[in-house]
């Protein structure tokens, strides 16, 4: 369902091009679960954002159902993002003075769901994470693990496609992070196509595809059969 | 997104920044209020000076001595110097317009009055019976000038109210003698106590019958000839008659200058009309100012939220909805502040026409209207900026911001 074709991106940095990704070729079925692992600077964090269309190619093409979607313009591809992709960052990005049923609800309200369909939505959602007793809670009321269950709620409502994570993990300690990671895999149990790119060797090797990349390269691209 | 989910949360937005919230509130208010103030000050002081006017009597002509080459009024026609004066028998020349209903000839001095032992100085009004038709006078004891043939010098006057009780006391005044200069007249009316116009306190003058003015001042001549015309539409023909019937009496020489109240009135009307907008103006300058700060401060807040606004983007915002989202914000801001400002403009208005009841103070609705509609469009017009920068934010790069 992802479809990379001869992929580049290049950014300025000063007077210097830097090849941030060189000819990717990449494709990934639907309901793959993939992690991106390698080390800083070699553009695993650029391929994400270029998948979740918040960032254009260089140069090639990239296909998203077979559509052809470098080409789309700022409002397409906005609402690309928010009814094919859904995003868990680092650091959570909650808006803080909204609830966490408020943010949950945000992608809805973009989509200009209707105010009765969105409640029972986002009900539903902080129900199928535990989160229902923390939906009346601020952001800063709610632990880390917390916070990023609240945000893989939010990047699901839309019920996308695709589900890429920047390191899911980064700021939580090891158990709730593990209750994060959980969150994801049956999120992914469910068909989702879960994209995660993290440092974490342990939990990268947890995907049943790894690619590991190098100066803007896909130097490796494993796979293990897990039934 | 619909408008409700857009204004609330625009409103959350702002209730998640209070500080900053009221002070933008407070500087839209003052803006707002300043000109509602400034200009209910300038319409009361235009409505004062309208009324003080009209109260001199309606459809009035006045007629001066002297004529000024050019148009309009300087000081040589103010002083009268003139080498013909005006006469009585110029004013009762007046009465034979079929458009005149009535003439009031009229001699001002000033002049020591005593009774008994008690003296002081007053404004002395030489006049006729038809006075008190024309300024729409009223008594409020005895009579006015009694209706004789005007050369007749009767030894009688009418006295303002303060005049009476400073001279008087707790006494009758009504068929006393006074002393006016060195002539002796008799008390045969006292003012009522409204009766206040520009220029004359009919409270501190003595009214005498203009023949008696005459010997007392000395003088053959009239300070002002006041002609009421029959209706609104006489006054120019009754202008026009005032001047021919004096040229000819006065040897060909056009030497009389004739105002007509109602152009005093719309020249008054046109200064402080024109103040009430220029100090509007002024105020809305301080709108202008508080725009920008609006502007700044959705800057700010740009700054402040973009890891917020690359989210939004992220979740699929199209960049017209956070224009609107930014643009909603100020709008609400300015709106609130607006609203604020209307609110306190209105009640200092009150306060001032509270203060002093003389003064009229009311913002005319279009002062009103516009100090709004102008909060409004400089609250949006500057959050443009700052929306379209919001809008062209690069979501990657401001995601990764923290």
């Keep these: 369902m992802i479809e990379l074709h001869q992929v580049h991106r290049d950014f300025l940095v000063g007077d210097q091009t830097v090849h941030a990704l060189n000819d990717i070729n990449l494709t990934i079925t639907a309901g793959e679960y993939l992690s991106i692992m390698g080390p800083s600077g070699s553009g695993k964090s650029t391929l994400l954002n270029l998948i979740g269309l918040l960032d254009r190619p260089s140069s090639g093409q990239y296909l998203l159902d077979g559509e052809d979607v470098t080409t789309l313009g700022d409002v397409q591809q906005a609402h690309t993002r928010n009814r094919r992709i859904g995003f868990v960052f680092q650091a959570f990005h909650l808006v803080p003075r909204l609830t966490a049923a408020e943010n949950v609800e945000l992608p809805l309200i973009l989509a200009a769901t209707p105010p009765q369909e969105r409640r029972e939505r986002v009900a539903a959602a902080l129900e199928a994470l535990n989160l229902s007793d923390r939906a009346r809670h601020k952001p800063e009321?709610?632990?880390?693990?917390?916070?990023?269950?609240?945000?893989?709620?939010?990047?699901?409502?839309?019920?996308?496609?695709?589900?890429?994570?920047?390191?899911?993990?980064?700021?939580?300690?090891?158990?709730?992070?593990?209750?994060?990671?959980?969150?994801?895999?049956?999120?992914?149990?469910?068909?989702?196509?879960?994209?995660?790119?993290?440092?974490?060797?342990?939990?990268?090797?947890?995907?049943?595809?790894?690619?590991?990349?190098?100066?803007?390269?896909?130097?490796?691209?494993?796979?293990t059969d897990r039934a | 997104m619909n408008g409700s989910d857009i204004s609330r949360f625009a409103w959350v937005a702002l209730r998640g920044y209070p500080t900053r919230t009221l002070?933008?509130?407070?500087?839209?208010?003052?803006?707002?209020?300043?000109?509602?103030?400034?200009?209910?000050?300038?319409?009361?002081?235009?409505?004062?000076?309208?009324?003080?006017?009209?109260?001199?009597?309606?459809?009035?002509?006045?007629?001066?001595?002297?004529?000024?080459?050019?148009?309009?009024?300087?000081?040589?026609?103010?002083?009268?110097?003139?080498?013909?004066?005006?006469?009585?028998?110029?004013?009762?020349?007046?009465?034979?317009?079929?458009?005149?209903?009535?003439?009031?000839?009229?001699?001002?001095?000033?002049?020591?009055?005593?009774?008994?032992?008690?003296?002081?100085?007053?404004?002395?009004?030489?006049?006729?019976?038809?006075?008190?038709?024309?300024?729409?006078?009223?008594?409020?004891?005895g009579d006015f000038l009694p209706a004789t043939d005007p050369d007749l010098a009767t030894p009688v006057c009418v006295i303002g109210g303060r005049i009476r009780s400073e001279l008087f006391g707790a006494r009758r005044a009504l068929g006393e003698w006074l002393r006016i200069g060195d002539r002796r007249f008799r008390v045969i009316g006292v003012m009522a106590s409204e009766g206040r116009s520009i220029g004359v306190d009919v409270q501190e003058t003595v009214m005498i019958p203009v023949a008696s003015a005459q010997q007392l001042f000395n003088t053959p001549s009239l300070f002002r000839i006041l002609v009421e015309a029959k209706s609104r539409e006489?006054?120019?023909?009754?202008?026009?008659?005032?001047?021919?019937?004096?040229?000819?009496?006065?040897?060909?020489?056009?030497?009389?200058?004739?105002?007509?109240?109602?152009?005093?009135?719309?020249?008054?009307?046109?200064?402080?009309?024109?103040?009430?907008?220029?100090?509007?103006?002024?105020?809305?300058?301080?709108?202008?100012?508080?725009?920008?700060?609006?502007?700044?401060?959705?800057?700010?807040?740009?700054?402040?939220?973009?890891?917020?606004?690359?989210?939004?983007?992220?979740?699929?915002?199209?960049?017209?909805?956070?224009?609107?989202?930014?643009?909603?914000?100020?709008?609400?801001?300015?709106?609130?502040?607006?609203?604020?400002?209307?609110?306190?403009?209105?009640?200092?208005?009150?306060?001032?026409?509270?203060?002093?009841?003389?003064?009229?103070?009311?913002?005319?609705?279009?002062?009103?209207?516009?100090?709004?509609?102008?909060?409004?469009?400089?609250?949006?017009?500057?959050?443009?900026?700052?929306?379209?920068?919001?809008?062209?934010?690069?979501?990657?790069?401001?995601?990764?911001?923290?």
């Design chain 2, 234 to 402: 006489a006054i120019q023909p009754v202008k026009r008659f005032i001047i021919d019937t004096l040229q000819a009496r006065h040897q060909g020489e056009k030497d009389v200058t004739v105002v007509t109240q109602d152009a005093v009135l719309a020249t008054f009307d046109r200064i402080f009309s024109a103040l009430t907008y220029a100090v509007g103006g002024i105020a809305a300058i301080s709108l202008m100012v508080a725009g920008i700060l609006i502007m700044n401060v959705m800057l700010v807040a740009v700054s402040q939220r973009t890891a917020e606004i690359g989210l939004l983007k992220a979740l699929g915002a199209a960049p017209r909805q956070i224009i609107v989202l930014i643009i909603a914000e100020a709008f609400l801001l300015s709106s609130l502040g607006a609203l604020l400002g209307l609110l306190l403009g209105q009640i200092a208005s009150a306060g001032i026409r509270h203060a002093f009841p003389v003064l009229p103070a009311q913002a005319p609705l279009w002062a009103a209207v516009t100090a709004v509609l102008v909060a409004l469009i400089t609250g949006v017009l500057f959050s443009l900026l700052p929306a379209r920068r919001a809008a062209r934010l690069d979501p990657v790069l401001a995601l990764s911001r923290r």
């Design chain 2, 23 to 141: 002070l933008m509130l407070i500087a839209m208010a003052i803006g707002v209020a300043a000109v509602i103030v400034l200009t209910s000050l300038g319409e009361g002081a235009r409505r004062y000076v309208t009324d003080e006017f009209s109260s001199l009597g309606t459809n009035l002509l006045i007629v001066f001595p002297g004529r000024s080459e050019t148009a309009g009024i300087n000081p040589t026609t103010m002083m009268g110097e003139t080498p013909r004066d005006l006469t009585l028998d110029d004013a009762l020349a007046l009465t034979r317009s079929y458009s005149v209903r009535r003439i009031a000839p009229l001699n001002v001095g000033a002049a020591d009055i005593s009774w008994r032992n008690r003296q002081r100085e007053v404004t002395v009004i030489g006049t006729t019976r038809e006075m008190l038709a024309i300024r729409h006078w009223e008594l409020a004891q």
């Design chain 1, 141 to 223: 009321q709610l632990s880390g693990g917390q916070r990023q269950r609240i945000a893989i709620a939010r990047a699901t409502i839309t019920e996308p496609a695709v589900l890429l994570a920047d390191e899911p993990t980064g700021n939580l300690d090891h158990q709730s992070g593990g209750d994060v990671i959980e969150t994801l895999e049956r999120l992914n149990r469910r068909a989702i196509t879960l994209i995660v790119v993290t440092h974490d060797a342990e939990l990268g090797a947890r995907a049943s595809r790894r690619i590991l990349m190098r100066d803007g390269r896909i130097e490796s691209d494993k796979r």
